[in-house]
């Protein structure tokens, strides 16, 4: 099978017969072999009884409903573990990712040899309450992660089989999944300028949070990829500066404490300074980030997956 098209949704009921249509036509016209993997998020409105009319009337069509809303990074998990194509496309159900784009992008995959492709929504159709922060986000990603690309959150979106099959998409890790790839060893991650389309039915299901929780996520995920198996050197590392700092501060007010006294200055109590308390408080505190790291190296090491790594090949 040539293309897996995986779908996330939620309450998208208007839009998906078109869609679907859509999708059909271009694979026809392409003569590309492919499945359609629908993945209701838990709608509340008809969206289900859409799609099993839309599976009786398309072979071509799959889905997973799930009992109730869980996210877009647990509908992309479950539809990559269900998918059989030799090339998945993500793209988004409300009509503004174009289908017109899955024969450049399957190309970009199978012919120039990317491991992933992402969509670049160069010009958009959205308020500039969501494009100015959608902006500041794309390059703060881009400035953190050292991966070259404009638009990190684009639905739209191209990979190999074995990438997709080689990470976990959790929480709300969909944004970050080019960070994934390349953790796993998937580095030629490619771009193609796709067209953005104004919304046809319904409204969008994302508010501004999403940006708030889009950099908490981009925290957790660079912990996770560069310290999740050795916390050791990152706790170990600012416990140690912190204690060093705070014991410096220490010796140094002992010291002048004990100039004083020799040469019969007056000299206040160390005790009596504000320095001595920020220092115990450094030293405290570099003493807690140390154990922190080394509980931190024990759980790690206690994990399941401690030696779990990637084969590419073997001879």
């Known amino acids: 099978m040539n293309i897996s098209v995986v779908i996330p949704l939620y ?30 998020d838990g709608s509340k409105d ?18 997973i409903k799930f009992k109730r809303n869980y996210g877009k990074s647990a509908a992309l998990h479950n539809g990559f573990d269900a998918a059989q194509g030799d090339v ?8 503004q990712d174009s289908p017109d784009e899955i024969p450049g992008l399957y190309n970009m995959i199978k012919e120039d040899g990317y ?7 160069k010009k958009r159709y959205d308020p500039i309450s969501k494009t100015i922060p959608s902006k500041f986000f794309n390059w703060t990603a881009r400035v953190t992660t050292k991966i070259k690309l404009h638009d990190f959150n684009c639905g739209l979106k191209a990979y190999k089989k074995d990438l997709v099959k080689s990470i976990e998409v959790y929480g709300e890790m969909h944004r970050y999944i080019p960070v994934l790839a390349k953790q796993a060893g ?76 020799f040469n019969d200055m007056s000299a206040r109590l160390v005790t009596d300074t504000p320095y001595f308390y920020i220092a115990l408080v450094a030293m405290v505190i570099g003493t807690q980030l140390f154990l922190t790291g080394f509980l931190g190296e024990l759980v790690s090491r206690s994990a399941s997956d401690r030696n779990v790594y990637l084969i590419d090949k073997k001879i």
């Open 186 to 261: 998937f580095e030629k991650i490619g771009e193609k300028v796709v067209q953005h389309r104004a919304r046809k039915y319904g409204v969008t299901k994302f508010g501004l949070e999403r940006f708030i929780n889009g950099f908490l996520d981009l925290m957790s995920i660079i912990f996770i990829t560069r310290f999740g198996k050795k916390p050791m050197h990152l706790f170990g590392t600012l416990g140690i500066l912190m204690f060093f700092i705070g014991f410096v501060a220490v010796v140094w007010l002992g010291a002048h404490k004990l100039y004083c006294v």
């Open 115 to 121: 491991d992933m492709v992402s969509g670049w929504k």
């Open 46 to 63: 008809k969206s289900w009884e859409e799609i099993e009319k839309l599976a009786e009337m398309y072979g071509s069509v799959r889905a």
């Open 11 to 40: 309450n998208e009921e208007e839009s998906l017969p078109e869609l679907v249509d859509w999708i059909n036509k271009v694979m026809y016209d392409h003569n590309l072999t492919y499945e359609i993997i629908l993945v209701d």
């Open 88 to 95: 998945v496309i993500t793209m988004d159900a409300d009509l």
